[in-house]
């Protein structure tokens, strides 16, 4: 018999359930609304390391640090990765520490800042954990310059 689903669509630390049972809604659920897998990133060639820049795409709302056109976003952005537990496994490596797709792919727990922890959208802008208020429009810089706004830490 199937655990019941809860009219808000959310079982109780559904996230702890492998990631590929999930209903649409918890999946969605997943994000903490960080905006780090919205920032731009360079891979080196010859060594796949990835570096995060402080350059965004040009539909992350600063502020709120989600995408300001999600629905629609690969109709903007054609090359805006739509995550799925099945494309997880190949996109993991250039995903945020921090993400919490990332953290349950490789087993690991949620952080205590994550909303669906502390059970507050803004814990993960207090901890600190999004780009809120510090990234940089990509139509603003050439591309040629990302190089410049590499973050060593992130």
Same mark, same amino acid.
């Given at each position: #018999?199937?655990?019941?689903?809860?009219?808000?669509?959310?079982?109780?630390?559904?996230?702890?359930?492998?990631?590929?049972?999930?209903?649409?809604?918890?999946?969605?659920?997943?994000?903490?609304?960080? $905006?780090?897998?919205?920032?731009?990133?360079?891979?080196?060639?010859?060594? $796949?390391?990835?570096?995060?820049?402080?350059?965004?795409?040009?539909?992350?709302?600063?502020?709120?640090?989600?995408?300001?056109?999600?629905?629609?976003?690969?109709?903007?952005?054609?090359?805006?990765?739509?995550?799925?537990?099945?494309?997880?496994?190949?996109? +993991?490596?250039? #995903?945020? +520490?921090?993400? +919490?797709?990332?953290?349950?792919?490789?087993?690991?727990?949620?952080?205590?800042?994550?909303?669906?922890?502390?059970?507050?959208?803004?814990?993960?802008?207090?901890?600190?954990?999004?780009?809120?208020?510090?990234?940089?429009?990509?139509?603003?810089?050439?591309?040629?310059?990302?190089?410049?706004?590499?973050?060593?830490?992130?």
């Amino acid at each position: #018999m199937k655990d019941p689903i809860p009219r808000d669509g959310l079982r109780p630390e559904f996230w702890k359930r492998p990631l590929n049972t999930l209903t649409p809604r918890e999946w969605e659920a997943l994000c903490d609304g960080c $905006g780090k897998c919205c920032l731009n990133k360079l891979e080196d060639a010859d060594t $796949g390391e990835v570096f995060f820049t402080r350059i965004a795409c040009r539909l992350l709302d600063n502020e709120t640090c989600r995408c300001g056109q999600y629905e629609e976003r690969k109709r903007f952005v054609p090359e805006c990765v739509v995550l799925t537990p099945r494309s997880l496994p190949k996109v +993991a490596y250039w #995903m945020p +520490a921090t993400c +919490a797709y990332k953290l349950l792919h490789e087993g690991k727990p949620l952080y205590d800042w994550h909303p669906l922890i502390s059970g507050r959208a803004e814990s993960v802008h207090e901890a600190g954990e999004s780009v809120r208020g510090w990234t940089l429009p990509e139509y603003e810089v050439p591309e040629e310059d990302w190089e410049d706004h590499i973050i060593e830490d992130l």
